[in-house]
């Protein structure tokens, strides 16, 4: 270990390959780097090791995603916001209306759906509300309502 780094030195080896698992596995905070410097070793030993690694880094990602989704609930919470504000024009009844549509960037919501889902300080200027693109860039895109129950 070094730097924040689990440094592999030297030929692969099944006793190496232990050694370096038993090194990660005692660290608190897992190293994000495995650095790799060997002249190479036995074939078995170096599949083994690379299982390893896609195992070791699919759990970080899955820790690191069931973090996310904490974080993000917890922000979502404190706000007063319905987490589900976030994706509901993703799901599959709107990916399959307009999942196919290249010009279709987005989504928005009514102003009634938004109080429905905890955004109830919107006031809105020279109404009405109609959400539109404005970007000189957007020529031609477009953006569907999602209605909230």
């Given amino acids: 270990m070094a730097g924040g780094e689990l440094n592999y030195i030297g030929k692969i080896s099944d006793a190496a390959n232990k050694q370096a698992f038993a ?15 060997s002249q190479g070793g036995v074939t ?8 390893w690694v896609r195992e070791a880094m699919l759990s970080q990602i899955k820790a690191s995603l069931a973090k996310d989704v904490q974080l993000e609930a917890g922000f979502f919470a404190d706000i007063g916001v319905q987490q589900k504000i976030s994706r509901l024009g ?13 010009k279709m960037l987005g989504w928005y ?3 009634d759906g938004f109080r429905k ?3 109830d300080h919107i006031t809105v200027i ?7 693109l404005t970007s000189a860039g957007a ?7 999602v209605t909230v129950d």
Avoid: C
């Avoid at 078995?44 to 299982?51: E, F, I, V």
């Avoid at 599959?92 to 209306?97: I, K, L, Q, S, V």
């Fill in 23 to 37: 090194l990660y596995d005692a660290e608190a905070t897992k190293p994000p780097v495995l650095l790799i410097r």
């Fill in 139 to 145: 020529a031609g895109a477009k953006v569907f309502e």
């Fill in 90 to 102: 993703q799901t599959p009844a709107y990916e399959e209306r307009y999942g196919k549509d290249d």
């Fill in 126 to 132: 020279n109404g009405p509300w109609r959400p539109q």
């Fill in 44 to 51: 078995s030993h170096g599949m083994a090791l690379g299982r």
């Fill in 117 to 119: 889902l905890g955004v």
């Fill in 109 to 111: 919501y009514s102003l």
